[in-house]
């Protein structure tokens, strides 16, 4: 009895995603592009440019916003939690770094750089919401190219795409702003299955935060389960949180979450597992870009220019690589452009005692269930 009441709270710790859409009504009044098929690339294209001629006042009905959190949830749970990328010598990816709901300067960057594309490839490296007001659109757009064509462009998860980071620091306001509660569950439900890093020809490691300063093999990436929400003092944290430093060794963060490591760490990794190079985000940089120690082989990429009044630029890097898989990596520098300014408001409180509950009861719950369990037994 007790084995089933923990089966089954586990089994009831996230929303229904599968087929909510379809009990939701469309709104008579809506204009935008029409999803009355799979997600394709001219639906990608279509809401892209909704958004950004929108400027900043129109919304994606909640029906179509549930069914691309269902698809691309489904296109996330069947890929690995490293992602291996091949490309050509005459193709080029292009990895962006923190967005942080600045939507308008991701069109930027699309308009300047050229739309995904089987030559033209991007890479996202996490933190797409929190800080900016607009991260659903971000969401939503990348979201709706994933699906259009998976091999154009890829998105890796950030430590703001979990629920510890997300109800605090703006995302949980905009989306009750936006839709609701629902809605947020379901967006980070779609969070936890995105993968934790990219391997780019064998060459290239790109993930949110850092190396590991306790797994070295990135193989090992792969025995992350999907759907987890990340527990400090797990590798599957420091992915996510970890910095470099310009000093050798490791040794705590002072986030209070994960680890600095320094340049030998990043030698080290790069000899382990036959790689060149390490890029990584996750911290504003005033040129959108910084160098571990001269090109040591770690390279951090910001892409949100002048992040909360910060006065940076955004960066974004592009790499190709020859026919011996050598990699050549070009910076594109931007500073941030005029768009609409959105006031997002806070989320009554007892709205967020309801995600805490959400996030964290359960486990309370599965944790005194196996408690009894093991009591029982003694």
Not at 135 to 154: A, K, N, Q
Not at 155 to 184: C, L, P, W
Not at 260 to 269: C, K, L
Not at 276 to 281: D, E, P
Request: hydrophobic residues 35%; charged residues 25%.
């Amino acid at each position: 009895m007790c084995l089933s009441l923990l089966i089954c709270l586990k089994a009831n710790t996230k929303p229904r995603l599968e087929g909510h859409w379809k009990e939701v009504k469309l709104d008579s009044e809506y204009k935008g592009p029409n999803l009355d098929k799979a997600v394709d690339q001219v639906f990608a294209t279509a809401l892209f440019e909704y958004y950004k001629c929108g400027d900043g006042k129109v919304s994606l009905p909640k029906r179509y916003v549930l069914r691309i959190l269902e698809d691309v949830k489904r296109h996330f749970m069947t890929t690995s939690q490293l992602v291996n990328i091949t490309i050509e010598t005459d193709e080029k990816v292009i990895v962006v770094g923190d967005t942080h709901g600045q939507f308008f300067d991701v069109c930027n960057i699309f308009d300047t750089l050229g739309m995904p594309s089987q030559k033209n490839h991007f890479l996202f490296n996490g933190d797409y919401v929190d800080r900016g007001p607009f991260g659903v659109e971000i969401c939503l757009v990348l979201f709706s190219f994933i699906l259009s064509d998976p091999t154009h462009l890829y998105a890796s998860r950030g430590n703001h795409e979990t629920y510890y980071a997300n109800k605090r620091y703006g995302f949980y306001d905009e989306v009750i702003q936006k839709y609701d509660r629902e809605t947020y569950d379901f967006f980070n439900d779609v969070f936890s299955s995105m993968p934790v890093a990219h391997i780019i020809n064998n060459t290239v490691f790109v993930v949110h935060g850092g190396i590991s300063t306790t797994i070295k093999n990135i193989a090992k990436i792969n025995e992350i389960p999907k759907g987890l929400e990340p527990q400090k003092g797990t590798f599957y944290m420091e992915y996510l949180w970890n910095d470099p430093m310009e000093q050798n060794g490791v040794k705590p963060s002072e986030r209070g979450i994960g680890f600095y490591f320094g340049p030998d760490a990043v030698i080290d990794f790069l000899e382990e597992n036959n790689l060149q190079l390490v890029i990584r985000s996750h911290e504003v940089k005033s040129n959108g870009y910084e160098w571990l120690n001269n090109e040591s082989g770690c390279l951090t990429i910001f892409s949100a220019p002048n992040s909360e009044s910060d006065g940076n630029l955004g960066a974004v890097v592009e790499l190709q690589f020859d026919e011996n898989k050598d990699v050549t990596c070009e910076i594109k520098q931007f500073r941030q452009v005029n768009g609409p300014i959105l006031k997002i408001e806070k989320a009554p409180e007892e709205d967020k005692g309801k995600v805490f509950l959400f996030c964290y009861a359960p486990i309370i719950l599965v944790t005194t269930s196996a408690l009894a369990i093991l009591l029982s037994c003694l």
